[in-house]
């Protein structure tokens, strides 16, 4: 769709609309020097950092030593305290971040980033919008920005963006440290954690080189017939930086990272066997084995270029990610060809995905003396993918024999081309009234083939399909205007675009199954309308930040169903309107030294405003999957010196919520299912002593199991499979700095 032809009437619409209404909720943000100290700095706008008081847009930080605090190592460890973010999970690698109610096939709807490096989940029908679980070492900071960050971060940030903000070189000072722990999971056997990490100014002042490292064996909770806690976990990951600072304005960081997980199993369990038997809990039951394998590579260079009227950045990157699916298809053998799932049948689907992503930006900041401010940018990315999904036969023992028969046998070519252009315009209309106005051009290309290689149940396959392809170009926009209400208090009102580009459907693979299904989906796109607080109170003891908003969002990319009577096949197709109505609070209070006290809170009413195209997929009022009309989370904590010897004391407790929600819009649809409400409690200890510290950490102290996915191999064949949150675990670390 050209957003370019409804985009005039909205610019000089909302322009008008912010320029004369709400002058008294609009925020010019501080210096930095005007906000508390231990305030976490944040680089959201891509223009200037500012700390989180002081940035115009809902955006929440939480720092590399929280993380630690809390025993941390990747995503599902603390999404939970973020309002309004929460994931369809499915494991280690396999996750849909959701912020906001926005969530739909295809594209990922939360752009992800490690520092410059665009590591947005893929778009594609075959676990499209997955993101890799980037492993928490080594980290200065996680950002997440809430609402669309289009124009600034591209297509898939039309619901919001994360960033993992690595710790960067220090010039001056050798530095460094070294995390160690041991975890106990209920039901599994003991496992270790470790990390590290040291900075080496090479040459003082001019060039620094710092390596940092990680590994994990987090024992699994899940048995099957091959191996006791089949769902454990090793990763292992290495990052190297370096800072050269080649003048007094030009500084170049480069960056090479690492990262590989692997499961024999994912982490389901089923509570019936494939003949319909109870089985023991917390058991699988796959007669054929099912490991994960997640491989990433990720290199950037950015150079920054520092002069008095503003900053130059330019940065290039590359992203590498070769992810192994496989998982058993011997129950699909019997339903759709009549072999037995115990002998003849026994076979498995392997998927096997490689991406490549090359990106590259250069932009220009202003750093202006007068009441006009600029952000302009360009912007290139080419992704070449390829996949090959095939259907072998297995042995007795659950392996796949290296010459396998095969029951099918595809592969998918596809390559994605993306440029753009991007820029923003801030106006100080008086001291303490900005207005901000941004744009995106975009033009997406995508081209894709899909080859049969071996036909469904054995044979030739038809061999290469058509080319198929679709493109987009248009403009977004985003606006806003930000008033410091007071020396205590910000506010902002932000109207935002975001958008989804279309994709293509494997018609190949539906041919296989003798399915008809379109070519391809168009693309989606949403405007946000938002006002926000951020208030610093009591002399900065108390931070009290809120924000309402309103999201129409049209064209949604959803899941649809093609069947030949017998055999339904699964495609991505456009749906109907939907609409988001929230709102969020986050409180962190400081009353007396030492204790801390923080709170949020998050409302999401997102629902259908009309029914889908084919009404059966969604009716008119249907709540948009995965999304929990409340979610929240509390924490405390407490440090004190513990004597005179220097040793401090911490405790902490926290507990987060997730309210309901569902797997599809209705319970009419097939394989819909309800996930119930749940709290997870966790508690911690330790002392700490100058540059050495032991932690006690407790995660889901209840032990609580609810339900938090499904995991459905082919709808009313398979059993169902349960997704759980990671039983009671309790680690002991230790760290030392220098």
Do not use: C
Not at 258 to 263: D, T
Not at 283 to 288: F, K, L, R
Not at 388 to 402: C, E, L, V
Not at 503 to 528: E, F, H, K, M, R
């Amino acid at each position: 769709m050209r957003y370019s032809k409804q985009i005039g009437f909205r610019l000089a619409a909302t322009s008008s609309l912010m320029i004369f209404a709400l002058p008294a909720y609009a925020q010019q943000a501080p210096q930095a020097s005007n906000v508390a100290s231990d305030g976490i700095v944040v680089t959201a706008t891509k223009r200037t950092a500012s700390t989180i008081q002081a940035t115009p847009i809902a955006v929440q930080a939480i720092g590399g030593a929280d993380l630690q605090a809390k025993g941390a190592i990747d995503f599902a460890d603390f999404y939970r305290t973020v309002p309004g973010l929460s994931v369809q999970d499915e494991g280690p690698g396999d996750k849909r971040y959701v912020v906001r109610g926005i969530n739909a096939s295809g594209a990922g709807t939360v752009g992800l980033y490690l520092d410059e490096v665009v590591i947005t989940g893929e778009n594609s029908q075959d676990g499209g919008g997955q993101a890799p679980d980037i492993k928490l070492f080594d980290i200065d900071r996680v950002e997440v920005l809430k609402g669309p960050q289009g124009t600034t971060f591209g297509a898939s940030s039309m619901a919001g963006t994360m960033r993992y903000i690595t710790a960067k070189p220090d010039l001056d000072k050798v530095t460094g440290y070294v995390q160690g722990g041991l975890r106990t999971t209920k039901g599994a056997d003991l496992g270790m954690q470790t990390d590290g990490a040291i900075n080496i100014p090479v040459i003082p002042g001019r060039f620094a080189v710092r390596a940092s490292g990680f590994y994990a064996d987090l024992p699994g909770w899940i048995n099957n017939r091959f191996e006791k806690g089949a769902n454990a976990e090793k990763s292992k990951a290495a990052r190297l930086s370096t800072r050269l600072k080649a003048t007094d304005d030009l500084t170049i960081d480069t960056m090479m990272m690492y990262q590989k997980v692997h499961q024999d199993a994912k982490n389901y369990y089923n509570s019936r066997d494939f003949g319909g038997a109870a089985l023991p809990a917390n058991y699988q039951a796959d007669v054929v084995r099912s490991p994960y394998d997640d491989k990433s590579e990720i290199y950037n260079v950015t150079a920054n270029y520092k002069r008095p009227f503003g900053t130059v950045t330019a940065t290039g990157s590359r992203f590498i990610r070769d992810t192994g699916f496989v998982r058993d298809a011997s129950l699909a053998a019997q339903a759709f060809f009549g072999l037995p799932y115990d002998t003849t049948g026994r076979s498995a689907l392997v998927q096997n995905k490689h991406r490549k992503v090359d990106s590259a930006e250069l932009r220009f900041a202003s750093d202006f003396k007068g009441p006009v401010q600029m952000l302009v940018g360009a912007f290139m990315q080419n992704e070449d993918r390829y996949y090959r999904s095939s259907w072998p036969k297995a042995d007795t023992s659950g392996n796949i024999p290296a010459n396998a028969a095969l029951l099918l046998d595809r592969a998918v070519n596809t390559q994605i081309r993306e440029r753009a252009l991007f820029g923003e315009l801030s106006y100080k209309i008086l001291p303490d009234l900005t207005f901000t106005a941004g744009a995106r051009w975009f033009d997406f290309k995508l081209e894709q083939q899909s080859v049969a290689l071996v036909a469904a149940g054995g044979g030739a396959g038809a061999g290469a399909g058509p080319v198929l392809r679709t493109k987009d170009q248009g403009v977004i926009g985003r606006f806003n205007l930000a008033y410091k209400v007071s020396s205590h208090t910000n506010a902002y009102v932000q109207v935002a675009q975001g958008y989804r580009s279309g994709g293509t459907n494997d018609q190949t693979a539906a041919a296989l199954a003798n399915v008809v299904i379109p070519d391809g989906y168009g693309s989606d796109q949403l405007w946000s309308y938002e006002f926000g607080l951020k208030n610093t109170l009591l002399d900065r003891k108390l931070y009290l930040n809120g924000a309402v908003y309103y999201i129409d969002w049209s064209n949604i990319q959803v899941s649809q169903q093609a069947s030949n009577g017998t055999v339904s096949f699964g495609y991505t197709g456009n749906g109907g309107k939907a609409s988001v109505t929230g709102f969020e609070a986050e409180i962190d209070a400081r009353p007396i030294q030492g204790l801390r006290l923080t709170g949020s809170l998050n409302y999401s009413n997102a629902k259908l405003d009309r029914d889908n195209p084919v009404a059966s997929t969604g009716r008119k009022g249907d709540r948009i999957p995965y999304v929990p009309t409340w979610s929240g989370a509390t924490g405390v904590s407490y440090s004190a010196p513990l004597g005179s010897n220097g040793l401090t004391g911490t405790i902490g407790a926290d507990a987060t919520y997730q309210g309901p929600m569902d797997t599809k819009f209705n319970s009419t649809i097939s394989n819909w299912q309800h996930l119930n409400g749940y709290w997870l409690i966790g508690l911690r200890a330790g002392i700490s002593k100058d540059a050495w510290a032991v932690n006690l950490n407790a995660t889901n102290l209840s032990n609580n199991q609810t339900v938090i996915n499904f995991n459905e191999i082919v709808p009313g064949v398979y059993p169902l499979g349960y997704y759980v949150s990671r039983p009671r675990t309790i680690t002991l670390s230790g760290s030392v700095k220098f």
